[in-house]
Nanobody
């Protein structure tokens, strides 16, 4: 059974950092593109970062460039999202997702499997 499980969310003050992790089971991450998305209340799901299957290409939303990074460990079956200098506008539920074609992208409709999400709240 294909499953993605996110962890690491929580409450953080503005300027702080969090590291989210996405653990995959039931399949190998090696050949697939991995994306991190977020959805704030009343807003559409937004592509934040995406790494292609070969790790040669990475998409960053303009709003997170210079603050967020993505990394994967295929041996462990995990993909991490390091978030630094968090701001109130980063508050959202964060999801990891897999695109079976391996292509980089920012559209939620492109991705085939999703985790259940983890809440990130940035507030003083």
């Amino acid at each position: 059974q294909v499953q993605l499980v996110e962890s690491g969310g929580g409450l953080v003050q503005p300027g702080g950092s969090l590291r989210l992790s996405c653990a995959a089971s039931g399949f190998s991450l090696d050949y697939y593109a991995i994306g991190w998305f977020r959805q704030a209340p009343g807003k559409e799901r937004e592509g934040v970062l995406c790494m292609s299957s070969s790790d040669s290409d990475t998409y960053y939303a303009d709003s997170v460039k210079g603050r967020f990074t993505i990394s994967r460990d295929n041996a462990k079956g995990t993909v991490d999202l390091q978030m630094n200098n968090l701001q109130a506008e980063d508050t959202a539920v964060y999801y990891c997702a897999v695109d079976l074609t391996g292509r980089i992208g920012s559209s939620a409709g492109q991705f085939d499997y999703w985790g259940q999400g983890t809440q990130v709240t940035v507030s003083s």
